[in-house]
Structures are given as C-alpha cells and as structure tokens.
C-alpha cells in the first residue's frame, strides 16, 4: 500500500454583513468570509491538502476564480470534484485534521455538523475527519476579525 500526506492553507476576508461558511455550515455572525466560490476556507484548504498529497496541484488551478462556473458554488461541490480528481488516480482518502483561525463565532458547537458534511462529501467515517479551532489571541487580521485562516493535513492511500 502507498500513502501520501498533504498540507493545505488558505485565507479569507471577512466583510460585514456577508455569509460565512464553514465546513459546509452557515454560521450567524455579522461579518463573514468574501470569495469568488462560498469562500469556505476550511474546505479550500481540505482540498488543496488532498490536491497536494495527490501531486494535483491546486484549488486555484481547477477551480479558478476567473471561471464564472464556480461563482457562489458550494465548496461541499469543490470538495466532492477534488475526491474525484483523486479518485481517477487511484487514491482515497485516509483522515483529515483540520485547523480554523478566528475571533468569531465559537465553532465547537458546529463541529459535528461540519464533520458529517465533510465525510458525506468524501464518503469517509466522521471519525476520520479532526477539526480544531483557535484564537489569534486578538493579533493580526485574524485577531482584528479582518480575515479567517484554515489549515488541513491528510492522508491519502492507494493500492
């Protein structure tokens, strides 16, 4: 058997008075993450882990943001493109373990939720999916509630 780990990052601006997406969830809150897609920055930086584990590039390579096809799309959708992308090449994916960066909202509460979306969008167990939350201890964009920061490694195994 063969295994791969990937990384993936991504960021968002948080604007006022827009939806915020995470994990497949809206969250009420007053401001939230500005994007050409839903700007769900925990899924872009799932895929772009998954992409890179696979040597498949990057999100902004199949999804590009000039590409009127992926305007206000679901990124559960971009999620369930990229577990097809690797699914062609062979691989399916072991776990993931993902990091959200921000002020607000608490996301704990919404943790099951996202887990259940991200396992029905790569039809693995919710007990392969880790997402974690944490404070900029008010520093920074992030702490300035300017922006929303995701991290996200995987594993992803053939054969």
Not at 7 to 35: C, E, R, S
Not at 72 to 98: P, R
Request: glycine share 10%.
């Amino acid at each position: 058997m063969k295994i791969k780990v990937g990384f993936g990052f991504d960021v968002h601006q948080l604007k006022d008075n827009h939806p915020f997406v995470v994990g497949g969830v809206t969250l009420a809150h007053h401001k939230g993450a500005f994007g050409h897609s839903d700007a769900d920055v925990l899924l872009h930086a799932i895929c772009d882990a998954l992409l890179g584990a696979a040597n498949l590039r990057d999100i902004g390579f199949h999804f590009k943001n000039t590409d009127e096809r992926w305007r206000g799309i679901s990124s559960v959708i971009l999620l369930k493109e990229t577990v097809k992308l690797l699914t062609d090449k062979g691989w399916q994916v072991g776990n993931i373990d993902a990091m959200l960066c921000l002020e607000a909202p608490k996301i704990n509460p919404h943790i099951p939720q996202m887990q259940k979306n991200i396992a029905e969008a790569i039809n693995i167990s919710v007990d392969d999916i880790s997402i974690k939350a944490t404070t900029n201890e008010t520093m920074g964009f992030v702490g300035r509630e300017e922006g929303v920061v995701a991290y996200a490694v995987c594993l992803i195994e053939k054969g």
